[in-house]
């Protein structure tokens, strides 16, 4: 069982950046490819950034790509998303997640893959 606690979110106006970071109780944490969802009320969680086990490929979606990075510490056992640019259409409750079944190099955007979840942070950007 792997714990996830998210932390690092917050207000902030349009074009800030905020750090999300992940913080996994797990001493096996470079076993899991890592990920980030959002979640605004009355829709569906999204993908927004994965990362592989060896932190090598990533993959984002199109709404975040150039603006959003993923990255992941195995000493101190985080995941961060490192977010710039921000829109008002950023707003939501992100989510971090932790899958144990991908291969070392693989990361994805299917959240059905993921296998242990945070209890989100809240993301608001005013405009």
């Known amino acids: 069982q792997v714990q996830l606690v998210e932390s690092g979110g917050g207000l902030v106006q349009a074009g800030g950046s905020l750090r999300l970071s992940c913080a996994a109780s797990?001493?096996?944490?470079?076993?899991?490819?890592m990920g980030w969802f959002r979640q605004v009320p009355g829709e569906e969680r999204e993908f927004v950034a994965a990362i592989s086990w060896n932190g090598i490929n990533t993959v984002f979606a199109d709404s975040v790509k150039g603006r959003f990075t993923i990255s992941r510490d195995g000493i101190v056992n985080r995941a961060y998303l490192q977010m710039t640019s921000l829109k008002p259409e950023d707003t939501a409750v992100y989510y971090c997640?932790?899958?144990?079944?991908?291969?070392?190099?693989?990361?994805?955007?299917?959240?059905?893959?993921?296998?242990?979840w945070g209890q989100g942070t809240q993301v608001t950007v005013s405009s």
């Open positions: 997640a932790a899958d144990e079944t991908l291969g070392y190099d693989s990361a994805t955007s299917d959240r059905r893959e993921y296998d242990y």
């Open positions: 797990t001493r096996t944490f470079s076993n899991y490819a």
